[in-house]
């Protein structure tokens, strides 16, 4: 018997094009069956506002004036595929990433055609989890970081009905700030290692008190648990410090919000987290 691996086929059959079987159902039986396929992380790119497929990826040389954009088309490294004159350096590495000019969405406002593009489901009553809340519950992380991490927030990006144990880690602030920091990193003021694990202990016991009947399962919610570890790692705390980069990286990657976000980005899952969206 092969076991069933995850593909593009199979998210497109499951999600894009909305057959009668849920993505949370496909998720649960890929999590039984054991296949994920072979990717270990994922930095999602979310450009609102961005240019013009026109402008980027989808030139259209051969279309009249009317419809191509302002700038012209460039070659790349794949022979026959062409991309906006701006990407020079993008040019040069087309054939490590792959270029989907088919994808269309029926609905015509931005921000219903965003909840479509992040979740697979068109927006309806049902709140649907985003792609990093699905990751999450197909393959659940052991580490100390969180395996879903948003920058900077997580509009659009929740868990929906899958619950608040798969909502994202939001970084609630701009990676391009000299004094930026992850706040909730920082245990508040006057408590030290000692007595946040007192109270830690102590939370365990009142929740052992409300559940009872919890015999095999953990008595603390995974959600608290998660955050207790996130606050006592050191390694946590370094895997989002930016000034451990150079100078000459940081300025590499551009000084603006974007850039230092995706230095950010590349930090988090250089150290474990599993999906990062920039947004």
Request: with cysteine.
């Amino acid at each position: 018997m092969h076991p069933f691996i995850v593909n593009r086929r199979v998210v497109l059959h499951v999600g894009m094009l909305g057959l009668p079987l849920s993505f949370v159902d496909a998720a649960f039986s890929f999590r039984v069956s054991g296949g994920i396929g072979s990717a270990k992380s994922c930095i999602l790119l979310w450009l609102d506002g961005g240019p013009s497929h026109l402008e980027m990826f989808d030139p259209k040389p051969e279309a009249p004036t009317e419809v191509r954009g302002p700038f012209g088309a460039i070659r790349t490294s794949i022979p026959g595929i062409m991309i906006g004159e701006l990407l020079t350096e993008t040019a040069k590495v087309c054939d490590k990433f792959a270029i989907i000019r088919s994808v269309t969405s029926p609905l015509g406002e931005h921000g219903l055609a965003n909840q479509y593009m992040l979740t697979g489901f068109k927006p309806s009553t049902v709140v649907h989890p985003s792609f990093g809340a699905v990751q999450q519950f197909v393959k659940p992380s052991r580490t100390d970081l969180p395996p879903y991490v948003t920058i900077p927030e997580a509009a659009g990006l929740e868990a929906g009905f899958l619950g608040a144990e798969f909502e994202p880690f939001s970084v609630g602030g701009d990676p391009s700030q000299k004094n930026f920091e992850i706040k909730d990193l920082q245990p508040a003021l006057g408590l030290d290692t000692g007595r946040i694990l007192r109270r830690k202990d102590f939370l365990k016991k009142i929740s052992s008190f409300q559940r009872p009947d919890v015999s095999n399962g953990p008595v603390m919610d995974p959600a608290m648990d998660r955050a207790f570890r996130l606050v006592l790692s050191p390694s946590a705390k370094q895997a989002f410090d930016l000034d451990r980069e150079s100078e000459g990286t940081r300025q590499r990657y551009g000084e603006r919000s974007f850039g230092q976000s995706c230095l950010l980005a590349r930090r988090l899952i250089e150290q474990g987290v599993r999906f990062v969206t920039i947004r």
